[in-house]
């Protein structure tokens, strides 16, 4: 099944994943005190 | 993304990975990256996001090979795909109340945002809030 994509205006998933010391946070954490730029890379470098 | 936006105050900067969070964090170490280094083996944001995965030629085809030759030529150079390889990255900003404020799907895996557009979201963001 495709993914729907998302448009401005659109409200962001919050969903939890791990930081890098493989604590959980929940993505809403990221923007709940300023703006954050989500950058999700397909590979390291 | 450095020579994007910087490294600012205003804004917090997140990078998803699809590596497990020992490899996240030994990139954002050798990177010297200040930003928020986040692992999802399972690919459940990526997805959530509408992130899809590409066919053979979005990212192994001619573009690809292409985009990485340009960036070889400006000193950057793409690494190796980690877990899946035909997952597509992207990148969005989010607002304070958690609204979509920009989203970019790249068409390939080589495919950048063109200069300045996710900078200028940033400002453009900032300067509304502010207002």
């Known amino acids: 099944m495709a993914e729907q994509t998302l448009r401005p205006g659109d409200q962001a998933p919050d969903l939890e994943v791990d930081r890098a010391d493989g604590t959980p946070l929940a993505l809403a954490a990221l923007w709940r005190e300023r703006p954050a730029p989500l950058v999700f890379l397909r590979h390291y470098g | ?131």
């Open chain 2, 1 to 131: 993304m450095r020579g994007e936006i910087g490294e600012r105050d205003d804004i917090g900067v997140a990078l998803l990975t699809m590596g497990k969070p020992e490899q996240a964090a030994e990139f954002c170490r050798n990177q010297r990256l200040s930003y928020t280094c986040l692992s999802d083996p399972a690919r459940r944001s990526y997805r959530a996001f509408g992130l899809r995965r590409g066919s053979m030629a979005e990212v192994m085809g001619p573009a690809l090979a292409l985009a990485a030759l340009r960036a070889a030529g400006k000193g950057h150079f793409m690494g190796r795909p980690v877990d899946d390889v035909y997952q597509l990255g992207g990148i969005f900003l989010v607002d304070r109340q958690g609204r979509i404020a920009y989203a970019r799907y790249p068409r390939h895996a080589g495919d950048q945002p063109p200069a300045g557009e996710l900078k200028n979201a940033v400002l453009r963001l900032l300067t509304s809030a502010a207002g």
